[in-house]
C-alpha cells in the first residue's frame, strides 16, 4: 500500500505550509474535486436514507460544553478558550452539542421519530506534534458527523442502519475494514459516572453486533466519554489502525440538554441520540483512499477521469453513477404532517432524490 503523505503531494492533492501551521493541511484543484465529489455522494446517501441536513457554527460558549460534559472530561483534546466581549468561546470538538440544540429548538412528537440530522462540519482537536501526520491526524478536521434522536425502542433498529450505510459506503469506495470493534470503558475518570447508562447502551450495541453476523472484538478504555460506540478500523501499509467509521448510543446528552419528544399518551419523554459517522473525517478517508487505489482512482471520483497530469490514473472504470442510492427499508420513519414537522422545512434534494414519507 502507499503513502498517502508522500503520493498524495505528488499528485498535487494536499500540502501543507509552516505558516499555517502543523495539522493544518491545505487542498488543492485536484484534492478538492476529490474531497467535494466524496461529500457530495455522502450527503446524497444520506437524504436517500432520509437524513435531513443542517450547518452549524465551529464556535460554542464554553457553558455549551460545560453542559455537554467535554469540558470536564475532554477539555485536554480542544483549544483554549478566546475571551470575546465579556464572554469564553471555543472552537469545537465535535458536533453533537450543536446538533443537540438545534433539535431542541422545536418541539417533537413521537410521530416525527426517529429524526435524522446530519453534517459534513468543521471541528478542532489540539493534537500533539508528535502524533500529526498527513492527512490522517490533523488539527482541523471535516466530519462525517449525524445524529438520530429516536425512541428507546428504535435504537437497534437505527444503529444496525447505520453499519448497513458503512458497509454500502465501502463497498462502492473500495474499502476493506481490518476489524470492528465494541469499545467500552475502561478505568479512570475520563468517562461519565452512570454504571446503569453505560450497562443499557453497553447491551443494546451488543445486540446489533451479534444480530449483524459481524466478527467483533471488545476493548476496554476506547468508550467515548458519554457511551460505548462500535469503531470501524482501517489499516495503511504498515499496519498501523486507525477509526474511520462509528456507531454510538448516548443516553447522557439528551438528559443534559434536557431533550424531550411528546409521546402518545401525551407526555413528555427523553429520546435517545445514535451517534453515527459513515465516511469519518474527509481528510481520513480521502488519505486512505489514496493509499487504496495508489492514486489510480475510480473514474467517478477522480480529479481527470481520462488522464490528464495523473497519465493512466483515474481510468478505472466507475460503478454505475447512482448504485448507491436505494434507501433501505430501515431509512424512513414515519412523520406526522403537524406543525412541528413543518417547521423543519420541506425535504432537500432534487425530486428524484427526496426520501419517501409513508
Not at 455537554?68 to 465535535?94: C, K, T
Not at 453513477?321 to 420513519?333: D, E, F, L, N, V
Amino acid at each position: 500500500m502507499h503513502d498517502h503523505r508522500k503520493l498524495g503531494r505528488e499528485l498535487g492533492l494536499f500540502d501543507t505550509d509552516p505558516l499555517i501551521g502543523s495539522g493544518l493541511p491545505y487542498w488543492l484543484p485536484d484534492g478538492a474535486v476529490i474531497r467535494h465529489t466524496l461529500e457530495e455522494y455522502i450527503r446524497d446517501a444520506e437524504r436517500r436514507a432520509g437524513y435531513r441536513h443542517v450547518y452549524s457554527p465551529v464556535l460554542g460558549k464554553r457553558e455549551l460544553y460545560e453542559i455537554s460534559g467535554h469540558w470536564s472530561h475532554y477539555s485536554d483534546d480542544m483549544f483554549p478558550p478566546m475571551d470575546l466581549g465579556g464572554e469564553q468561546v471555543v472552537l469545537r470538538p465535535s458536533l453533537c452539542p450543536h446538533h443537540a440544540l438545534i433539535y431542541r429548538s422545536r418541539s417533537h412528537s413521537y410521530r416525527e421519530l426517529p429524526l435524522r440530522v446530519a453534517e459534513l462540519g468543521g471541528m478542532y482537536r489540539s493534537e500533539l506534534s508528535g502524533v500529526l501526520g498527513g492527512l490522517t491526524r490533523v488539527r482541523a478536521i471535516q466530519l462525517n458527523d449525524a445524529h438520530i434522536f429516536c425512541t428507546l425502542d428504535q435504537v437497534a433498529a437505527e444503529a444496525a442502519g447505520a453499519l448497513e450505510m458503512i458497509r454500502r459506503a465501502y463497498a462502492v469506495l473500495g474499502i476493506r475494514p481490518v476489524r470492528y470493534r465494541l469499545s467500552l470503558p475502561g478505568a479512570g475518570g475520563k468517562y461519565v459516572a452512570a454504571p446503569d447508562m453505560w450497562r443499557r447502551a453497553t447491551a443494546m450495541l451488543t445486540d446489533v453486533l451479534d444480530r449483524s453476523g459481524l466478527a467483533y472484538e471488545a476493548a476496554e478504555g476506547e468508550a467515548a466519554f458519554y457511551g460505548p460506540k462500535i469503531d470501524v478500523q482501517i489499516a495503511d501499509g504498515a499496519g498501523r489502525e486507525a477509526t474511520l467509521s462509528t456507531v454510538q448510543v448516548d443516553f447522557h446528552q439528551p438528559e443534559q440538554f434536557d431533550l424531550h419528544y411528546i409521546g402518545p399518551d401525551g407526555a413528555r419523554h427523553r429520546p435517545v441520540m445514535v451517534h453515527r459517522s459513515i465516511i469519518g473525517s474527509v481528510e481520513r478517508a480521502v488519505a486512505h483512499l489514496i493509499e487504496v487505489y495508489g492514486g489510480a482512482f475510480p473514474a467517478w471520483l477522480a480529479p481527470h477521469p481520462g488522464g490528464g497530469p495523473a497519465g493512466d490514473r483515474g481510468r478505472v472504470a466507475p460503478p454505475p453513477r447512482r448504485s448507491y442510492g436505494a434507501a433501505p427499508s430501515w431509512a424512513c420513519g414515519r412523520r406526522s404532517p403537524g406543525p412541528s414537522t413543518a417547521a423543519w422545512g420541506p425535504a432537500f434534494g432534487p425530486p428524484g432524490l427526496r426520501p419517501t414519507r409513508r
